[in-house]
């Protein structure tokens, strides 16, 4: 999408929503809960209002997002350019000023030498490349491409929605260079839903909708269980910050389940669920995700495709439900959730009454999803001039890392402010140039 967090913009300036550095580093500190670097975090922090300036200096088109999730700040910045459009005038500066791009090359490992690192070696066809460097940087955008690097670090398999030429080899790289993973791993969440397991191709169309409308629930924050038809979480935390506790939340299951009955599917259909569940004004993304709604015209089309691809089930009573997904504790989950919604009280996970709607009228339905992300944040372990190191917390000469290739950075679960993963990459860009030129003493 495009959307970098950052603080102390000439945009902000602009448009009177000045935020300081202290401001967005003491937020997501706190929120990492001492996980990250945190003398890291803050220098890459102070870094992203020059980074976004300079991109928009270039002729790179940006615009402030408003405060969408009720962090109390406008960090995001939407680039509103795509693909080569958006590279193309950094591109240009770079090469105008001596840089110069190797197109169509597998870099694999670091050149060493008495162990230090002078350069990268890679592929091109049959064609061995190498190039030596005083300092050489890895920085390839994660492993969202790895299915195997998926089941190694999150245990399941997720639904990409990103680019999946990051297959991880950046990491692999480091490791073979004698760099060890720090402990954060985390996901860019879907925050306009789920998927299904069916799920082919793009899931959403031009206008940003889902192509199946049903995908939505996920973030409407109703009665959500595991594969044992067990409640796992409190669900107004996943409508709330569906991107970040949202993402983790169906990472750590793997595969979960929406279940509904005909008043909750009906009322969403007809009303909206901000509107359904009583407009409350504490749940700040509620309007929001009213976008993501069923809506009259496509809701029985969606539901009969949902149903014919084996994610979805329409039935008449609960029990229907449990056999069809082996959903073993369902009914008792149902009987429980629903003396809850009676008295407007959550004595499992102390969920917001606003989201407490029974399962009580027939015909009920459920909605198998499973993970889809954006990215992947985590990686090597680095201190903070970005200098990946070794098991013994020592650096490896020569070498730099950075973006989502570092795991010292980032949080898990993801930050609770939205455009964190990009903001903290091209943040870390500019302090990984910084210090390249410390290193080369320049």
């Given amino acids: 999408m495009g959307k970098a967090a950052a603080c102390e913009t000439k945009l902000q300036k602009q448009e009177d929503a000045w935020l300081s550095l202290d401001t967005l580093f003491g937020h997501m500190y706190a929120f990492s809960n001492t996980m990250v670097n945190g003398k890291l975090l803050k220098k890459v922090l102070a870094r992203t209002g020059k980074a976004i300036d300079d991109m928009m200096d270039l002729g790179v088109a940006m615009s402030l997002w408003p405060d969408v999730y009720g962090n109390g700040f406008r960090a995001r910045h939407l680039i509103e350019s795509h693909g080569e459009e958006r590279i193309a005038p950094i591109v ?229 439900i449990a056999q069809a997904f082996g959903l073993s504790r369902l009914e008792e989950t149902v009987n429980t959730y629903n003396g809850y919604c009676a008295s407007k009280k959550d004595e499992d996970f102390y969920k917001s009454p606003d989201f407490l709607k029974p399962v009580a009228t027939a015909p009920f339905y459920a909605f198998e999803y499973v993970p889809s992300a954006w990215g992947t944040n985590g990686g090597v372990k680095t201190d903070a001039s970005l200098r990946p190191l070794d098991e013994n917390n020592v650096p490896i000469q020569g070498l730099f890392a950075a973006g989502v290739d570092i795991g010292s950075m980032y949080t898990m679960p993801y930050y609770d402010n939205p455009g964190s993963s990009v903001g903290l990459a091209i943040g870390s860009g500019v302090v990984a140039a910084d210090e390249i030129l410390k290193y080369l003493g320049e």
């Fill in 92 to 320: 240009n500066d770079i090469e105008a000023n001596g840089g110069q791009f190797i197109y169509s090359t597998r870099v694999t490992e670091a050149v060493m030498e008495e162990g230090r690192v002078v350069g990268l070696k890679g592929t091109c066809g049959s064609d061995i490349v190498e190039v030596r460097a005083k300092a050489s940087l890895v920085c390839t955008g994660g492993f969202l491409g790895s299915k195997k690097m998926q089941k190694q670090y999150f245990n399941t398999e997720l639904f990409p929605l990103g680019n999946t030429i990051s297959d991880g080899s950046g990491i692999e790289l480091l490791h073979k260079a004698g760099c060890v993973d720090d402990r954060p791993f985390a996901v860019l969440g879907n925050e306009f839903g789920a998927v299904a397991a069916a799920t082919q191709g793009w899931p959403f169309t031009e206008a940003w909708t889902n192509k199946n409308e049903h995908y939505g629930y996920w973030i409407f924050g109703g009665l959500y269980t595991d594969s044992n038809g067990e409640r796992f979480i409190d669900e107004s935390q996943v409508a709330r910050f569906p991107l970040a506790i949202g993402g983790e939340a169906l990472v750590r299951q793997g595969k979960a389940y929406c279940i509904m009955d005909s008043e909750y599917y009906e009322g969403i259909k007809e009303q909206g669920i901000f509107g359904f569940l009583g407009n409350p004004s504490h749940w700040s993304a509620g309007k929001e995700a009213d976008y993501y709604k069923t809506t009259p015209e496509n809701a029985e089309e969606h539901l009969r495709k949902a149903i014919e691809e084996g994610w979805a089930v329409k039935a008449d009573s609960i029990q229907e």
